[in-house]
């Protein structure tokens, strides 16, 4: 099973999901129809997810608050916050689960500042594992390159909601429905070339721009559009109202590549068979 569709406040769900997104070019309901019962079995999301002590059928967050809460569920909030790396104790693993490799260097007391280094230069790590490794050395004034993407999120403010899409450098994408509704893409061949596609259109800007100083504002206001960089030298945006950010010469290009990617997503989603659940 390659897709994971999440309820919003759950890991588990079955029947249909309507997709309406507010990307440009996205028109109409995706009708996901997902059979049976979707679970993260054998799933790295699962594993990451554990490992910060949200299992599967959790509904209570992780350690404190989600900085936004733009849903209706404790558990979409916490896997949207999740996106932006900018709590690091969000990460830290619960008392009774089994701590992995990326959380044993992000905690080490003290930290193992050459270990940091691997962890961060290695691309088959998850993108958002990396940043964390990357924030580290930045706040212990260590020495790292600059530039280095390794993740792009999408949010566009509706009406009803707020769409969001996240895409990083291992090829994993996250996208979060304005319904609160939550599908998980990880190792899938078929949109890796869109995942690097999207990276790739956003690399420009994030060559032309800089880190934000100060903290993760909230998110777009109704008819706005938000993209966030998750980069090696720190987190950089751009936001407008989508009209006009759909004519800007590097925003547009990334949102239209963005664009892409969700179609890919919900047309693989739609694909994907029911899972045993034995």
Do not use: H
């Not at 309820?7 to 769900?13: E, L, M, P, Q």
């Not at 100060?214 to 938000?226: F, Q, S």
């Not at 980069?231 to 800007?248: I, R, W």
């Amino acid at each position: 099973m390659r897709c994971r569709a999440l309820n919003s406040s759950a890991a588990r769900i079955g029947g249909r999901l309507e997709y309406r997104s507010g990307f440009p070019g996205v028109r109409g309901d995706y009708a996901v129809r997902l059979e049976g019962t979707l679970q993260f079995r054998g799933s790295v999301f699962r594993k990451f997810l554990s490992a910060i002590g949200f299992g599967a059928g959790a509904g209570s967050v992780v350690s404190g608050k989600p900085p936004y809460v733009p849903y209706g569920s404790d558990g979409t909030n916490v896997i949207y916050n999740l996106l932006f790396c900018d709590d690091l104790a969000s990460f830290k693993p619960k008392p009774d689960a089994k701590i992995v490799p990326w959380q044993t260097t992000l905690f080490a007391e003290p930290l193992d500042f050459a270990a940091l280094e691997l962890l961060a230069s290695d691309a088959s790590q998850e993108g958002r594992s990396r940043y964390l490794a990357y924030t580290l050395l930045r706040n212990a004034d260590k020495p790292i390159p600059d530039k280095i993407l390794l993740g792009v999120i999408v949010e566009v403010g509706l009406a009803d909601g707020l769409d969001v899409l996240a895409a990083f450098s291992e090829g994993g994408v996250r996208y979060i429905n304005k319904t609160g509704k939550v599908a998980v893409f990880e190792g899938v061949p078929e949109i890796r070339p869109v995942v690097q596609a999207v990276l790739d259109a956003a690399q420009p800007i994030v060559g032309r721009t800089g880190p934000w100083p100060g903290a993760r504002l909230a998110p777009p206001r109704v008819g706005n559009i938000r993209i966030t960089f998750l980069v090696s030298d720190g987190l950089y945006f751009g936001q407008g109202p989508m009209t006009q950010m759909q004519q800007e010469s590097m925003a547009a290009p990334l949102i239209q590549k963005a664009t892409v990617l969700l179609q890919a997503v919900v047309a693989l989603a739609g694909k994907s068979p029911a899972p045993s659940v034995a």
